[in-house]
């Protein structure tokens, strides 16, 4: 057995990326910049969940790339009420909508936003994607990466190879073995959820 990583989650250990990743992402960050149209022309607070149950690649990336003002992940806690402060406030200042980014394993969106609509007094609605991440044409990067793995799957298994997958660190094909692929656990790029605060 000879793997390649795909899943839209990128939440398998040891390689920067998995196929499908990139499009789902892009996929989240188009229907962020729709919701983005109806939530500023009516004032609104908009909660978009998006799929990540126990790793939150997707609400992060998407939320970052989206320009959203919140992220939330199950790898990292969140205040609520700290956060319905703040929303107020920047709508007192007049700031005409609230983008939040929901991985469906840290909350649902639906509760989350009846709670903050609750909370703040903001006019607030859910947009849950569901499946619709999964479908579209790929994105170029995924069918140039997809290629680049594939190639490097069928070179293996003409070699009579087994037990490793192929991946990606820090854009160069790795191969890996593939126990230690499923077995370890994937952690966020700390990095990259400082970032997620800092543009809040």
């Not at 920067?16 to 109806?38: F, M």
């Not at 909370?119 to 609605?125: C, M, Q």
């Not at 579209?136 to 298994?157: C, F, H």
């Amino acid at each position: 057995m000879v793997g390649v990583p795909a899943t839209i989650e990128n939440d398998v250990w040891g390689t920067d990326y998995t196929i499908g990743s990139d499009t789902a992402a892009n996929t989240i960050v188009e229907a962020i910049n729709k919701l983005r149209d109806t939530a500023c022309a009516h004032r609104r607070i908009i909660l978009i969940e998006v799929m990540g149950k126990t790793y939150g690649w997707l609400a992060l990336y998407s939320g970052i790339a989206g320009g959203a003002e919140y992220c939330i992940m199950p790898e990292a806690k969140y205040n609520l009420d700290y956060m319905c402060d703040e929303i107020k406030e920047a709508y007192e200042r007049g700031k005409r909508y609230s983008i939040i980014v929901v991985a469906e394993g840290a909350a649902s969106a639906v509760e989350l936003g009846k709670a903050v609509g609750e909370k703040t007094g903001i006019d607030t609605r859910v947009s849950v994607l569901g499946h619709i991440q999964r479908g579209g044409s790929p994105t170029v990067k995924d069918r140039i990466n997809a290629s680049l793995l594939g190639e490097q799957a069928a070179l293996a298994l003409a070699a009579d190879r087994s037990d490793i997958i192929f991946g990606f660190d820090t854009g160069t094909v790795v191969e890996l073995d593939l126990h230690d692929a499923v077995y370890n656990k994937k952690t966020l790029d700390t990095e990259l959820i400082r970032l997620a605060h800092v543009l809040a």
